[in-house]
C-alpha cells in the first residue's frame, strides 16, 4: 500500500476543522488590515503605554474626600437599585412563570424581561441621563432595568423547575391564592431567589462604579475626569479602591449566602 | 408535658440570631442609601414625563440613517469583538496553563498566573477602553485591546478550572512512553479540553459584542461612537435605529452561539 | 547496541518510603531475564504497583539501583529519563487511552518520544510507524477499528489498544500494572493470552501486577509473591503452595 493511502487510512481529514482553522486565521489577517492595527502604531503605544505606567505610580490618594464621595454614592445606587429590582422583579417573575401564569401573559412578560436585558446597562443610562438628567437617579433607573431583566428572569426559571405537587398539596387543603404562594411556590425557591438576588448586588456594585462615566452618577465620573485631565496617578487610585470595594463586597456576599442556606 | 409544648423551630437560636443580624444589616444599608442619595425630588417626580417624551422623540426611527454610517461601524465592532476574542486567548492559554496546579505544579507561579487573570477581570472593558485610548489614541485600535484584556482573565479563569479537571491517567500514560512535557499537554490535555475551549470561546465572543458596542461611548471605536454622536445632537430618531442595530446584532449572535455550543456537546 | 545490552532487568536495594520512616519497599533485590513473564502476586498496599512505577520513574525511588540492560535508571533526568522511558512500555490498569482520540492516534501515541512536537501535532509520524500501527492492530485483534475514537471501545478493546501502544514503543521491557482488574474474568483471560504471547513473541521480557493467582498461575513463568514490602515468593508456577499463599495474603479461609 503506498505511503499516502496508509495515511489516508490512518487519519481521515478533518475538513470541518481545518476549514474552521484556517478560516480563523484569515480572518485575523483581514479584520487587523481594517481595523489599521499597524505595528507602526502598535510600537507607537508600546512607548505611550511605557510613559502611562509611569505616570501612574504612585497612586495618588490625596483627593480622598472626592473619592470617598464617588464611592458612597456608586455604593447608594448599587444598594437603591438592587434593591428596587429585585422588589420588581418579584411580581414579574411571578408572572413571567409559565406553571403559575396564564400563557399569553407569561410570554409576554418573558419578553418584556428580556427586553430589559438587551441594551447594554451603560446605553440604558446614557439614555436615562438625557431624559431625566444627570446625576444618581439616572444610574439608579438603570441599573433598576438592569436587575430587573436578570432577577425576573432567574426567578422565573426556578419556579418553573418547583414540584408543582406542593403546590397541589396546599392548594388542596383550601388555601387562598396568597397562602399558595407563602407556603407552596416561595419556600422551594426562596434559596435560589437569594442566591441570585446576593448575585446581582455584586454585579451592580461592579456597574455602578462605571455608570458614572456617562454621567449618571458615582466614582464614574470622577475617573473619567480623572483620564480627561490625565491625571492618571489619580485614576489609579480610584481603579485600586474600586477593586478592593469589589472584592471585599465579593467576600461579604460569600460569607452571607452561606450563612443564609 | 414538655413533648407537647414543643414548637418546631427551623434554626437554632444562633442562627436565627445570624439571619435577623443580616437581614437588619441590609436593610439599615438600603435606609442609610435612601436617605443619603443625591435625587433632586423635582427630577424625580418630573421622571416618567421625561421618560416618555425621549420615547416619543424616538419614534419613528430614521433607518436611512443606517447606510453608510451605522453598517460600517457594526462591522467595526464585530471586528473589535471578534478580534480582541481572538487576541485574548494568545494570552489566556499559557496563563491559564501556568495557572493550573495540576499541569504547573509550582505554586508560586500557579499564585502569579491567578493574580493576572483576577486583575484582568476586575477591571472592567469600558476602563480598559479608556486606559487604551489614552495609549493608542481613540479608535478600534484601542477597542479591540481593551476586549482582549477584559477577556483574558474570564477565558483564563474557565480554562485553568477546565484543565484542573483532566484525567490524569492519560497524561501519565504519555509520560511514561518518553513523551516530553510538550508533546504531554498536545495530545493528552488538549484534547480533553478541546470542548469546553470552544464553548468558551463563543460564549465569551457573544458577551464581548455587547461590550463592544459600548466602547465607542469613551472614544474606542465602534457602533459606540456614531451612537454618541447622535446622542450629543439630539437625533433621537437616529438613536432609534442604532439602539435597533444593536439588538438585533446582539439576538442573532446569541442565537448563532447557542447553535454552535449544542453541536460542541 | 550499548554494552551489557540484553541483561534484562536488575533490582538492587531499591527502598521507596512515601512518608520517611514507613518504606512501602524494603531493599527490593531483583533480577528480570531479558526474555520471560514474570507475574508480581500480593496483597493491596504491599508495594506492587510502587515497585512497577519505580521502574520507570512514575514513582520517584528513595535508595536503590535499577539498571535496564546495564544502564542505572534512578538518576536519569530530563532527556536522559525520557530516552530511556522509550524503552520501558507500560499498560495500565485503566487502559489510560486519550479518550477523544482515535484508536490510530493512540497507538501512534507510543511514539511521541520520537516525533518533533509539529509533526506530532500535524500527525504527520513515519510511514513506517503508522505501517506498524496497522500491523500492531491486527495482532491485538482490532483490524478495522483504526479511526474509531477511543471512547467507543469497550474495555477490553481499549487495553487491546493500550497493549499496542506499548508495544509500538518496541521496548526493552513491557511492564503491565493489573491490566485485568477493570475486565470480565473472560476478557481478562483473553488479554492475558494477548500480552503474554505478543511479548513472548517480540522477545520482550514481560512484568505482571496481578491479583488474581489463578491467572498468574496460567500465564507467567516465574511468580514474585510479596509481603509487607519484601518478595517473599519467587520460583515458577508449579512450586507455589498454600502455605506460601498464607504467607502471602494472610488469612486461611479463601484457599
Known amino acids: 500500500m503506498s505511503a499516502s493511502t496508509l495515511r489516508r487510512r490512518a487519519f481521515p481529514a478533518n475538513w470541518s476543522a481545518r476549514a474552521t482553522a484556517f478560516g480563523l486565521m484569515l480572518y485575523a489577517i483581514y479584520a487587523f488590515g481594517q481595523l489599521d492595527i499597524t505595528w507602526a502604531r502598535l510600537s507607537v503605544g508600546f512607548g505611550e503605554a511605557g510613559r502611562f505606567l509611569a505616570r501612574m505610580w504612585p497612586p495618588n490618594f490625596s483627593r480622598a474626600e472626592l473619592l470617598i464621595e464617588g464611592m458612597l454614592e456608586s455604593l447608594q445606587i448599587a444598594v437603591i437599585s438592587s434593591a428596587l429590582g429585585i422588589l420588581l422583579a418579584l411580581p414579574l417573575g411571578l408572572m413571567a412563570a409559565r406553571n403559575l401564569a396564564p400563557l399569553p401573559l407569561a410570554v409576554a412578560t418573558r419578553g418584556f424581561v428580556a427586553f430589559c436585558r438587551s441594551l447594554h446597562y451603560v446605553i440604558v443610562a446614557i439614555l436615562f441621563v438625557k431624559a431625566i438628567g444627570f446625576g444618581a437617579l439616572a444610574g439608579v433607573a438603570a441599573l433598576t432595568i438592569a436587575s430587573m431583566g436578570f432577577v425576573a428572569k432567574l426567578f422565573a426559571e426556578a419556579i418553573e423547575e418547583i414540584s408543582m405537587k406542593q403546590v397541589e398539596a396546599i392548594r388542596a387543603t383550601g388555601a387562598g391564592f396568597g397562602a399558595v404562594l407563602v407556603y407552596g411556590v416561595l419556600p422551594q425557591v426562596a434559596s435560589r431567589f437569594i442566591g441570585f438576588s446576593l448575585y446581582q448586588l455584586d454585579s451592580n456594585l461592579r456597574n455602578s462604579t462605571l455608570v458614572g462615566i456617562v454621567g449618571a452618577g458615582g466614582i464614574g465620573g470622577t475617573l473619567f475626569a480623572a483620564f480627561k485631565r490625565f491625571d492618571y496617578d489619580f485614576v489609579v487610585a480610584i481603579l485600586l479602591s474600586i477593586i478592593a470595594l469589589i472584592f471585599i463586597a465579593e467576600l461579604i456576599s460569600g460569607r452571607i449566602r452561606a450563612l443564609l442556606r | 408535658m414538655n413533648a407537647l409544648m414543643r414548637e418546631w423551630q427551623r434554626f437554632t437560636p444562633m442562627e436565627r440570631f445570624t439571619r435577623w443580624a443580616v437581614y437588619f444589616a441590609l436593610v439599615v444599608t438600603l435606609v442609610w442609601a435612601v436617605r443619603n442619595v443625591e435625587i433632586i425630588p423635582e427630577f424625580l417626580i418630573d421622571a416618567p414625563e421625561q421618560m416618555v417624551d425621549l420615547l416619543v422623540r424616538m419614534w419613528p426611527p430614521d433607518l436611512g440613517h443606517y447606510h453608510p454610517a451605522v453598517h460600517h461601524a457594526l462591522v467595526e465592532t464585530l471586528h473589535i469583538a471578534s478580534l480582541g476574542t481572538l487576541f485574548a486567548f494568545i494570552f489566556a492559554v499559557p496563563l491559564a496553563l501556568l495557572a493550573a496546579r495540576n499541569i504547573c505544579p509550582y505554586p508560586g507561579v500557579n499564585a502569579f498566573a491567578q493574580l493576572l487573570l483576577v486583575t484582568s477581570r476586575s477591571v472592567n472593558s469600558l476602563v480598559w477602553a479608556l486606559i487604551f485610548v489614552a495609549i493608542f489614541g481613540p479608535g478600534a485600535a484601542a477597542g479591540t485591546f481593551a476586549i482582549a484584556f477584559r477577556s483574558i482573565g474570564f477565558v483564563g479563569k474557565l480554562l485553568a478550572e477546565a484543565l484542573e479537571e483532566i484525567a490524569p491517567g492519560p497524561l501519565e500514560a504519555l509520560e511514561a512512553t518518553g513523551a516530553p512535557k510538550g508533546h504531554v499537554l498536545l495530545k493528552g490535555a488538549w484534547p480533553q479540553i478541546a470542548a469546553a475551549f470552544w464553548g468558551v470561546a463563543l460564549f465569551r465572543w457573544d458577551i464581548n459584542i455587547r461590550e463592544s458596542a459600548v466602547l465607542g461611548l469613551v472614544g474606542a471605536g465602534g457602533i459606540g461612537v456614531v451612537l454618541d454622536d447622535a446622542i450629543n445632537f439630539f437625533q433621537w430618531d437616529r438613536v432609534a435605529t442604532i439602539l435597533l442595530t444593536i439588538l438585533v446584532v446582539v439576538v442573532v449572535a446569541e442565537i448563532i452561539v447557542t447553535r454552535l455550543r449544542a453541536k460542541l456537546i | ?255
Open chain 3, 1 to 255: 547496541m550499548q554494552a551489557g545490552a540484553m541483561q534484562g532487568l536488575i533490582i538492587k536495594g531499591l527502598v521507596k518510603e512515601y512518608v520517611p520512616g514507613k518504606p512501602v519497599l524494603r531493599g527490593i533485590n531483583l533480577a528480570i531475564a531479558p526474555q520471560g513473564i514474570t507475574a508480581v502476586i500480593g496483597p493491596s498496599g504491599t508495594g506492587k504497583s510502587t515497585l512497577l512505577r519505580c521502574i520507570n520513574r512514575l514513582v520517584e525511588p528513595t535508595a536503590g539501583e535499577i539498571l535496564l540492560n546495564g544502564q542505572d535508571l534512578v538518576p536519569l533526568r530530563g532527556r536522559g529519563l525520557r530516552m530511556a522511558r522509550r524503552r520501558i512500555g507500560m499498560v495500565f490498569q485503566e487502559y489510560n487511552l486519550v479518550e477523544r482520540l482515535t484508536v490510530m492516534e493512540n497507538v501512534l501515541s507510543g511514539r511521541l518520544g520520537y516525533v518533533s512536537l509539529w509533526q506530532a501535532w500535524m500527525r504527520r509520524y513515519p510511514d513506517a510507524d503508522i505501517a506498524r500501527a496497522f500491523s500492531l492492530l491486527d495482532a491485538v485483534g482490532l483490524p478495522e477499528q483504526a479511526t474509531r475514537r477511543a471512547d467507543a471501545l469497550s474495555g477490553g478493546q481499549r487495553q487491546r489498544v493500550g497493549i499496542a501502544r506499548a508495544l509500538m514503543q518496541q521496548p526493552e521491557l513491557l511492564l503491565a500494572d493489573e491490566p485485568t482488574s477493570s475486565l470480565d474474568p473472560r476478557t481478562a483471560v483473553e488479554i492475558m493470552e494477548l500480552m503474554t504471547g505478543l511479548s513472548t513473541s517480540a522477545g520482550v521480557p514481560l512484568v505482571v501486577n496481578i491479583h488474581n493467582v489463578d491467572l498468574a498461575r496460567r500465564f507467567a513463568q516465574r511468580i514474585i509473591g510479596m509481603a509487607g514490602g519484601e518478595i517473599v515468593f519467587d520460583g515458577p508456577p508449579e512450586a507455589l503452595q498454600s502455605e506460601h499463599l498464607r504467607q502471602i495474603y494472610g488469612g486461611e479461609d479463601w484457599l
